[in-house]
């Protein structure tokens, strides 16, 4: 990638950060999240960008799909379409009061399904009904 990037000429427009333990303000700067990935699993780098309010673009893929609701808390292009992309983030950046009400969506959502509290007590449950289930048998 860092090849491509000098034979492009980007170099003074692109960092490699390496691993980062200030993400959150990282996504302080920034004003859209784009994850165009070929396929994830649960996109924990888009929940992050979701949970400080950003606006977030993602590939129409497993994973980036079951997290973004198109036009509620984020938008979805399909894999490949880099004019749609292009054009997605081009409007955003005009009308950045659409990027916001689907940040504080993107926020709202990400505190209510990915928090830790959540998590913890959804672990907590199943741990609970499997020792059940085990007792029973």
Request: aromatic share 6%; proline share 3%.
């Given at each position: ?68 609701v198109p036009n509620y808390n ?31 969506v993107a926020r709202q959502m ?13 672990y907590e449950a199943l741990f ?10």
């Amino acid at each position: 990638m860092k090849d491509k990037v000098q034979e492009l000429g980007i170099a003074d427009s692109v960092s490699f950060l390496g691993y980062r333990s200030d993400v959150r303000e990282l996504l302080s700067i920034i004003d859209i999240f784009c994850l165009t990935s070929l396929k994830e699993g649960l996109p924990i780098s888009l929940i992050e960008a979701m949970a400080v309010g950003l606006p977030v673009v993602g590939t129409n893929v497993e994973g980036i799909r079951d997290v973004i609701v198109p036009n509620y808390n984020g938008l979805l292009v399909e894999l490949g379409d880099v004019n749609a992309l292009k054009n997605i983030l081009l409007d955003l950046l005009k009308h950045p009061d659409h990027g916001e009400s689907l940040g504080r969506v993107a926020r709202q959502m990400a505190e209510e399904r990915y928090s830790l509290t959540r998590c913890v007590s959804e672990y907590e449950a199943l741990f609970l009904s499997t020792l059940q289930s085990s007792e029973n048998h």
